[in-house]
């Protein structure tokens, strides 16, 4: 009775991602602590630390002439006068973005020694009527994965800064393009740490549509590798990695 009384009594610790295995994203109204210790410096750009200043370039792509029809004084006209240099100044602005539309035309021609046709192959990579390039590719993986824009914004992006009108269906399958292209990296990239001694892991959950997934996170000292999984159990780590982690030494926060 005593023990149950002293049980009642104890005051509860609630639980997150510190004291127990719940995700970050579990954590509610919980203050971080930052780790960097205080600097006696001031706020701001340091003395002696060397700034990035604007330099003027000597040959600029567009020159705009500017010069008075009449004089502000007395208001007579200064058309048919010679003018002289006085000062210049120069503003940097991004060029205005508009798609640039290749068209690849083959051309036949009959063989005058068998009468053969020979047509023009088009390049392996032009592959429909109309598509997009690879710089289009590129530029969605770019801004999805690296910084990390989701899929309706992206899509904004493109119609009101490049003039291109892309569903997000048609992102998608650009995304999946430049996967295909990048997965001999990731292999690689799982290869380096499925040799290493030692291999940090970690997993968040993220929702994928709609539903509960989690990021799974494998590294050492110079790679990175995730993946997502519907599971949080072990069959993920046996699925991804089989027998090759057996030898490494493994580091989490459980």
């Known amino acids: 009775m005593r023990l149950l009384l002293e049980l009642q009594q104890k005051p509860r610790v609630k639980k997150d991602s510190g004291n127990s295995s719940l995700p970050p994203a579990s ?92 047509i023009a192959d088009f390049p392996p990579a032009v592959k429909a009527p109309i598509q997009y390039g690879s710089s289009v590719q590129a530029l969605a993986a770019y801004f999805s994965v690296y910084q990390y824009v989701p899929f309706r914004r992206l899509k904004n992006l493109f119609s009101e800064v490049f003039k291109l009108r892309l569903s997000e269906g048609t992102l998608v399958n650009l995304l999946e393009k430049s996967a295909e292209k990048s997965g001999f990296v990731y292999a690689g990239i799982k290869a380096e740490i499925g040799q290493s001694r030692v291999v940090g892991l970690d997993e968040t959950s993220a929702q994928v549509d709609g539903k509960k997934w989690w990021m799974w996170v494998w590294q050492n000292v110079l790679n990175t590798f995730i993946a997502a999984a519907e599971s949080r159990g072990s069959q993920t780590i046996e699925g991804e990695w089989s027998q090759r982690l057996q030898g490494a030494t493994i580091v989490s926060d459980r």
């Open 27 to 118: 954590d509610r109204g919980r203050k971080t602590r930052s780790l960097r210790e205080t600097s006696a410096r001031s706020p701001g750009g340091q003395k002696g630390h060397r700034g990035n200043t604007l330099e003027m370039t000597a040959t600029p792509d567009q020159i705009i002439d500017l010069k008075s029809n009449y004089c502000g004084r007395c208001g007579n006209s200064l058309v048919a006068e010679n003018f002289v240099l006085k000062a210049r100044r120069q503003v940097l602005e991004i060029p205005p973005s508009t798609p640039i539309i290749e068209e690849y035309r083959t051309f036949a021609c009959t063989c005058p020694k068998c009468d053969h046709e020979q």
